[in-house]
């Protein structure tokens, strides 16, 4: 049934968030409700390994996810380069020379369905993609290759945030208002077949790596999140079903206690939206699910040194209690990760979850002074943010009137000038600089691709798709997804109808397009 906000009008604008009591006790219920469900079963309180991969081919994505799953990965989400996340197949011509370089080529759901080959999916936690301006085309992927493989108790992680893409990234494909509509028809789907995990992961990190900073990067990924929730509302959906099915990915790159800081307070001031502006008790609440990638300053001339910036990220994030974790493997700045990178990745994670202690406890961090201080400073620093993103007139008029990109580029080139000055440091640039040692610390990992071929490859591979399949169901399965989009339905059973009877990825989002335009 229709829900109505429990907030006030603001000269005719609902505000981003409700005023509330700022006594230190409004944290208590909050983490309160986090701690109870992480300690219903025994220690050690870690999250989910994940791995973020795609290179190259379906069938290299596949070789390579089998190889981690057998180190330890538990969830998979799936890189697609930059020609399907900006829905172009790999033989149009502006696809040409970014085929499977930035990500795995994905333009079928038989691309789809190899990718996932030689995963075993009942050891699985978790499964998505990242395609975020094409979450209908993505989602409607993972769910068709789930259900054909009787693996619905996979969760979702599906990277499905599109409005980030306008200001942060820039794949974005329709407008603001239409890419909301996509997004939340993700939710909606997944609300109504049950699907358990995450069917839109809300992300901070792109905003804080286009120069916003992890405190801005937050109140912009809340402001969105909000959107999304907001949209969901006003179609009848429970806001509390609504915020089981979204994700929260945070970062900070280079400060241990912000980073678990940042994690910490998302889920008190996460915990407070939900009951102010939407009315869920904190004992009703969902628990916020928080992801995080584990990365830092990473150097491209001393890769090996990344280990160590890695491992402390990592410890970070746990100390804040992410539920999903991803670690960037050390030649990351220099390529795609080896596979050698990428495993040392994961047992990162391992080494930190068990060798030390460090989450036999809850919470290990509370009470510590330092934390309490940086706590304050965050949350502060993002509730003015999200006021301030109310004013503005909140998210999509935000990203219209560009109130979002001066903001970062208002704060972009801090971390740099905190660098020239001093004020921040990076080991090996500007301190302890080994130049005398020319190739100390790079390491022996290779992770080249024959890129070119990729690109042959996956041409073909799609123009042979094309001339097999039923041209005729094909048409009527993008007449039906153009209809879709015309109207109201939901775009994601129309999408895996299309996917089902051949229709590229392109082809969907063409028909998505002259649906929307028509």
Same mark, same amino acid.
């Given at each position: ?33 986090? %701690? ?12 989910? /390994? ?8 379906? =069938? @290299? =994505? ?5 190889? &981690?799953?057998?180190?330890?990965? *538990? ?30 080529? $994905? ?22 993609? &990242?395609?975020? %301006?094409?979450? +209908? ?5 993972? +769910? ?30 329709? =407008? ?12 909606? /789907? ?12 809300? $992300? ?11 405190? &801005? ?29 979204? @994700? ?8 241990? /206690?912000? *980073?678990? %800081? ?48 890695? !491992? ?5 994030? @746990? ?33 930190? #979850?068990?060798?030390?202690?460090? &989450? !036999? ?38 990203? *219209? ?99 089902? #009877?051949?229709? =590229? ?14």
């Amino acid at each position: 049934m229709q829900h109505e906000h429990v907030s006030t009008a603001n000269d005719g604008k609902v505000p981003i968030r409700a005023r509330y009591d700022d006594s230190p006790t409004t944290a208590e219920p909050a983490l309160k409700a986090w %701690s109870d469900s992480r300690i219903a079963t025994p220690g050690p309180f870690r999250p989910r /390994f994940m791995v973020y991969s795609g290179l190259g081919s379906p =069938t @290299m =994505t596949a070789e390579r996810l089998a190889v &981690l799953q057998e180190v330890g990965a *538990e969830s998979f989400l799936l890189a697609a380069d930059l020609p399907s996340q900006l829905g172009f197949d790999p033989d149009h011509e502006l696809a040409h020379a970014q085929v499977g370089r930035a990500g795995v080529s $994905c333009a079928t759901l038989a691309d789809f369905a190899t990718i996932c080959a030689r995963l075993d999916l009942a050891a699985a936690d978790s499964v998505g993609m &990242l395609q975020n %301006s094409l979450g +209908h085309v993505a989602l409607g992927m993972v +769910h068709s290759v789930l259900s054909d493989r009787d693996a619905r108790h996979v969760k979702l992680v599906m990277q499905n945030d599109p409005l980030k893409e306008f200001t942060a990234r820039g794949t974005e494909i329709h =407008t603001p208002a239409q890419a909301l509509r996509i997004a939340a028809d993700c939710v909606a /789907f997944a609300i109504d077949e049950d699907m358990p995990g995450a069917a839109l992961t809300v $992300c901070s990190n792109h905003y804080d790596v286009a120069g916003a900073g992890p405190l &801005l990067a937050v109140a912009f990924a809340f402001g969105n999140a909000i959107a999304y929730m907001d949209e969901l509302v006003g179609r009848g959906y429970e806001p509390a079903a609504i915020a089981g099915k979204l @994700m929260f990915f945070l970062n900070e790159r280079s400060d241990l /206690f912000v *980073e678990a %800081s940042v994690f910490r307070t998302a889920r008190i001031l996460w915990s407070e939206i939900l009951r102010d502006r939407y009315g869920i008790p904190v004992a009703e609440q969902p628990v916020a699910r928080l992801m995080g990638y584990a990365h830092g300053l990473e150097s491209a001339e001393e890769p090996l040194v990344n280990i160590p910036r890695v !491992t402390l990220s990592v410890l970070g994030s @746990m100390l804040g209690g992410v539920d999903y974790l991803c670690a960037t493997g050390y030649d990351e700045a220099l390529r795609i990760p080896s596979a050698d990178a990428a495993a040392l990745a994961v047992r990162t994670m391992q080494v930190v #979850a068990y060798e030390h202690g460090t &989450l !036999t406890t809850i919470d290990p961090l509370a009470g510590s002074a330092k934390l309490r201080a940086v706590d304050e400073h965050v949350m502060s620093k993002v509730r003015a943010e999200l006021d301030r993103l109310a004013e503005a007139g909140g998210p999509l008029e935000a990203i *219209e009137n560009g109130y979002i990109a001066g903001r970062i580029d208002d704060n972009r080139g801090a971390r740099q000038e905190q660098l020239r000055t001093g004020e921040r440091l990076m080991v090996g640039h500007g301190v302890f600089d080994a130049k005398a040692r020319a190739g100390w610390f790079a390491g022996k990992s290779s992770g080249e691709i024959d890129f070119a071929e990729v690109e042959r490859d996956a041409v073909a591979r799609v123009t042979e798709h094309r001339r097999r399949r039923d041209a005729g169901l094909v048409d009527r399965a993008l007449e039906a997804v153009e209809a879709a989009a015309a109207g109201t339905e939901n775009l994601v059973r129309p999408s895996i109808e299309a996917l089902r #009877a051949g229709a =590229t990825s392109a082809e969907i989002v063409a028909a998505t397009r002259e649906g929307f335009e028509g």
